[in-house]
């Protein structure tokens, strides 16, 4: 016969609290957030890859813009914590809102310039008018169609980052519409906060 194992007592601190309903919401919000900043980081390797190709000048106002917007998102990642703005209340701060409208007509004007820009650039024309050779014709006519499949899937980078910004007022709604008791509050404040009380505990004992 085995000896008995010798039960180990867990203690309340031990058991990994379970996500509140505010708690919930605010991950999704992360993750979407998240999500944004790896289409800008693509977004921006596009853009950057249109440059690349030496394009002509519409194509090139409208990669440049994009590489704005694109590093514009990408350092938003690191900007303040998200949580509600009070213990009594699951909204997000003000500046969330003003994140999100900025952001939206910002992707939106980003990819409509893409693609209108692509169809009227004249460096596609350009290209294929002023090859002499047949094997030339064909190196500019495979440098125009890689060019306007990067500025496609640019423009596309644009519709999923409209998207993310969609989904996160969605989420928000949800917060607003929903009837929250007053220990839900409580608890998602506590748990949407406490890393960044955490991370701001470390970097002063750091410091």
């Known amino acids: 016969m085995h000896p008995p194992q010798p039960q180990v007592a867990v203690t309340p601190s031990d058991e990994k ?12 919000l992360f993750n979407l957030a998240v999500g944004r900043w790896i289409v ?36 938003l990642i690191l900007g303040p914590w998200i949580g509600p703005r009070a213990r009594n209340s699951p909204l997000p701060p003000r500046w969330y809102y003003i994140l999100i409208a900025i952001s939206t ?10 693609f209108v820009f692509r169809e ?12 002499l050779w047949g094997g030339l014709k064909d190196i500019a006519g495979n440098t125009v169609t890689i060019l306007e499949n990067i500025a496609i899937a640019c423009g596309c980078m644009g519709v999923c980052a409209i998207i993310f910004n969609f989904l996160q007022c969605y989420y928000i709604f949800k917060l607003r519409r929903a009837k929250f008791s007053a220990e839900e509050l409580e608890e998602g404040y506590m748990q949407v906060n406490e890393p960044k009380d955490k991370s701001k505990d470390g970097a002063t004992k750091t410091g």
Request: glycine share 10%; net charge neutral; charged share 20%.
């Open 17 to 28: 609290p379970i996500d509140g309903p505010v708690k919930s919401i605010y991950d999704k």
């Open 40 to 75: 800008s980081v693509i977004n921006l390797g596009l853009a950057g890859g249109i440059l690349s190709k030496k394009p002509g000048e519409k194509m090139l106002i409208a990669a440049a813009y994009n590489i704005a917007v694109g590093g514009l998102h990408i350092l």
């Open 120 to 131: 009227l650039d004249d460096k596609y024309e350009i290209i294929d008018t002023r090859s």
């Open 105 to 114: 007509p910002l992707w939106l004007s980003a990819l409509i310039v893409m």
